[in-house]
């Protein structure tokens, strides 16, 4: 399983961001995907997760409505797209699957939001 994300970077207060992470090693379409962050000095926390077929999606409280995971089963790749960005959501952005018992994770991609 190999998981890969790309996306992050400079961003100021109210911008918008959109993440990838590409997914390979397992049958993409037939898995949950899930988006985690994490925060210097934070614990990891949960963002979003999308169903196998993308049709359910749920989020944090802390992004609804500002937030949208979703996923394209043809290039193995789920988004995390990112509007009315806070410097709150500062953090190292990772995607995740559970795959054979296991949970994997990218490597993240950081997001900076700041003026």
């Known amino acids: 399983v190999q998981l890969v994300e790309s996306g992050g970077g400079l961003v100021q207060p109210g911008g918008s961001l959109r993440l990838s992470c590409a997914a390979s090693g397992f049958t993409f379409s037939s898995y949950f995907m899930r988006w985690y962050r994490q925060a210097p000095g934070k614990e990891r926390e949960w963002v979003a997760t999308?169903?196998?077929?993308?049709?359910?999606?749920s989020y944090a409280d802390s992004v609804k409505g500002r937030f949208t995971i979703s996923r394209d089963n043809g290039k193995n790749t789920v988004y995390l797209q990112m509007s009315s960005l806070k410097p709150d959501d500062t953090a190292a952005y990772y995607c995740?699957?559970?795959?054979?018992?296991?949970?994997?994770w990218g490597q993240g991609t950081q997001v900076t939001v700041s003026s």
């Open positions: 999308i169903t196998n077929g993308g049709g359910g999606t």
């Open positions: 995740s699957v559970l795959f054979g018992g296991k949970v994997y």
